[in-house]
């Protein structure tokens, strides 16, 4: 079973900067393709970000450019920097780890952004 925790969410202006973090607890964290997810108002859980074992990166098209997914597999994070925010990435972000050999992946809490314009 793993365990993740997102923070660093909060309300921010129009083209401020927030960066997202999420602690895991995984004995074998090195093996899981991570990601981050957002749901906005009335909208489904969409992709936002995600980073492989290998560290091989895609994002949206609504975010390349301005955000920015790492990950520090000593400290068990995973990392979000959003930069240029916009009102429409108003929405609660969700931490994803992907077990690629069980399939098994698992969720955190979320966390609140909120871009004021």
């Known amino acids: 079973q793993v365990q993740l925790v997102e923070s660093g969410g909060g309300l921010v202006q129009s083209g401020g900067s927030l960066r997202l973090s999420c602690a895991a607890s995984?004995?074998?964290?090195?093996?899981?393709?991570l990601g981050w997810y957002r749901q906005g108002p009335g909208k489904q859980r969409e992709l936002v970000a995600r980073?492989?074992?290998?560290?091989?990166?895609n994002y949206a098209d609504s975010v390349k450019g301005r955000f920015t997914i790492s990950r520090d597999n000593t400290k068990k994070m995973v990392y979000l920097q959003m930069n240029s925010l916009k009102p429409e990435d108003t929405a609660v972000y969700y931490c994803?780890?992907?077990?690629?050999?069980?399939?098994?992946?698992?969720w955190g809490q979320g966390t609140q952004v909120t871009v004021s314009s």
């Open positions: 980073i492989t074992s290998g560290g091989v990166t």
């Open positions: 995984a004995g074998n964290f090195r093996i899981y393709a």
């Open positions: 994803n780890a992907d077990n690629p050999f069980t399939r098994n992946d698992y």
